[in-house]
């Protein structure tokens, strides 16, 4: 696809605003439809989008294959750690958000936004390793 200039500057400008609406999906999802998920999906749709435009080998200069394959067990690390404060320092329920917190909506808000980072970082990885 080198030759198809439209495609590529195209490309390039809209994949800042890709990012940005991932990164909007994944705040958003605590008070609207969306979430770690649906951001994760949208980040390596990105990526996908810039391998097939750019091809394979620029995206993997942009996204290494071992970082890739490390950074899925790293989300579900941040997954499953987030819930273990409130086991340790809380009532020994797991992910009870009661610890992150002063007061309930606050500590919640803390919480959800721990357990969304490791799955957007476990989706997003996991589809681009398969990729």
């Known amino acids: ?18 990012l940005i609406f991932a990164f909007y999906v994944h705040f958003h999802g ?9 951001a994760g999906v949208i980040i390596a749709a990105s990526f996908i989008l ?9 995206a993997k200069r942009v996204a290494p294959q ?3 394959e490390r950074l899925v067990p790293l989300g579900v690390l941040i997954y499953a750690s987030a819930g273990l404060p409130a086991m340790i320092f809380g009532e020994g329920r797991y992910l009870d958000y009661g610890v992150y917190g002063h007061e ?28």
């Open 104 to 131: 309930f909506t606050h500590a919640h808000e803390w919480g959800i936004l721990l357990v969304e980072s490791g799955v957007i970082t476990t989706v997003a990885s996991t589809m681009l390793a398969i990729f």
């Open 50 to 58: 810039y391998a097939i435009i750019f091809g394979l080998d620029a």
């Open 30 to 38: 605590d008070y609207g439809p969306g979430g770690g998920f649906q």
């Open 66 to 68: 071992a970082i890739v």
């Open 1 to 18: 696809m080198k030759l198809d200039l439209i495609l590529r500057v195209g490309t390039k400008l809209i994949l800042p605003f890709l």
